[in-house]
């Protein structure tokens, strides 16, 4: 099975920076997915990692370190838009196929 | 890119009543489809995934059901709603990137 382990809320400043982390077990890892979800709507992709490292986009990245079954989303330049629900989500092998878990998500809040 | 459609955005239900939600995907071909449902508070919790016509494989037993008639069609059924169905019902398709894209989803409330 897969276990996926994120904080459930974290608060920040406007224009500040905030690192969500997430730690996983999983069995035939395949990938390591970042997703914004604000009330009442579906998830958005933010980022993909598969290869431990860095990967930028705009003002977030994402990193992954597979050895230590850690990832992190840095969000930098907070704004009030960025208040919302950050799921982390591992592909990991189910029988003969490779699923998607999600973890509970983190509410991040940002306040002026 | 590809397009999910679900409906209804919102569907309100008597406890013991069937259910049919329709999912439609455009912009891709024989993708990988997904149910998902997701109750107040809690993470998505995967319910059936589909890798072509027709295979289905559950992932948690319950009163639910889903079948794919068509490439691009994935329906979630159930002959009588219980309480504990009510949440919100996501549809995911993987995409050509590695990663997943969601339909608009439907809140379900059992009442």
């Known amino acids: 099975g897969q276990n996926i382990d994120q904080p459930t809320e974290m608060t920040a400043t406007e224009g500040a920076i905030v690192q969500i982390n997430c730690t996983y077990q999983t069995s035939g890892f395949n990938g390591l997915f970042w997703y914004q979800q604000h009330a009442g709507e579906a998830p958005t992709f933010l980022s993909y990692n598969v290869l431990d490292g860095l990967e930028e986009k705009g003002r977030f990245s994402s990193f992954l370190s597979r050895s230590k079954g850690y990832s992190y989303l840095l969000l930098k330049e907070l704004q009030m838009k960025d208040s919302a629900s950050y799921l982390c989500?591992?592909?990991?092998?189910?029988?003969?196929?490779?699923?998607?878990?999600f973890g509970r998500g983190t509410s991040l809040i940002v306040h002026p | 890119s590809q397009t999910i459609h679900q409906w209804p955005a919102t569907l309100v239900q008597p406890v013991g009543s069937p259910l049919s939600l329709e999912c439609t995907v455009e912009g891709t071909s024989n993708p990988n489809l997904y149910w998902y449902r997701q109750a107040a508070g809690r993470g998505l919790q995967l319910l059936f995934y589909s890798v072509g016509i027709g295979q289905i494989s559950s992932e948690v037993p319950q009163n639910l059901s889903a079948s794919r008639p068509q490439d691009r069609q994935f329906i979630l059924s159930s002959k009588k709603l219980l309480l504990s169905d009510s949440g919100f019902y996501l549809c995911?398709?993987?995409?050509?990137?590695?990663?997943?894209?969601f339909g608009s989803g439907t809140r379900l409330t059992v009442v």
């Open positions: 995911a398709s993987l995409t050509d990137y590695g990663g997943y894209t």
């Open positions: 989500a591992v592909r990991g092998r189910s029988g003969g196929s490779y699923i998607p878990t």
